[in-house]
Structures are given as structure tokens and as C-alpha cells.
């Protein structure tokens, strides 16, 4: 399977508790799409946050963020890491 980091904007502010309830919410059904979310990170004062995750493609990881009510603004395949 192929990993993903996506870039999600706007949301300045957000709280540990806000970013572990969109994370549950992607995880909750990210089988239905293939995806699986490894990890999330937040920069509350920038309102930026990434996420890494496994899944068949940009597409599905886009489809589970958009279900779950927070589509990424960007989405980037990661196909070297060490």
C-alpha cells in the first residue's frame, strides 16, 4: 500500500481533544475505503494539520476526510522514506 500525508488549513486553535475527535472520526471508517491513519499532528497557532496514512489511493484518502467532515486541502503521496 502506498502512504500519504495530508495537509488540512484553517484550523487555528485546535485542541489536543479536537484533533484525537477528527482523528476517531477518520478511523471509524477508514476500512470502508481501504485507508488505514497511522498518525496525526497539529500546529494550533498556524491551523494547519497533517496527517500520515496507508490506503490504495489519494482518492480514498480523500473520500474518508470528506466523510468524516474535514477534507484535506492537499494530499501528497510518500513513496521514499527512511
Do not use: N
Amino acid at each position: 500500500m502506498a502512504e500519504f500525508m495530508d495537509v488540512h488549513r484553517g484550523m487555528k486553535g485546535i485542541t489536543d481533544d479536537q484533533l484525537m475527535e477528527a482523528h476517531r472520526a477518520d478511523l471509524a471508517i477508514e476500512g470502508e475505503e481501504g485507508v488505514h491513519f497511522k498518525h496525526a499532528w497539529a500546529d494550533p497557532e498556524s491551523g494547519t494539520v497533517y496527517c500520515l496514512s496507508e490506503g490504495p489511493s489519494a482518492d480514498a484518502v480523500q473520500r474518508v476526510h470528506q466523510r468524516a467532515g474535514h477534507p484535506a486541502d492537499e494530499i501528497h503521496a510518500v513513496p521514499v522514506a527512511v
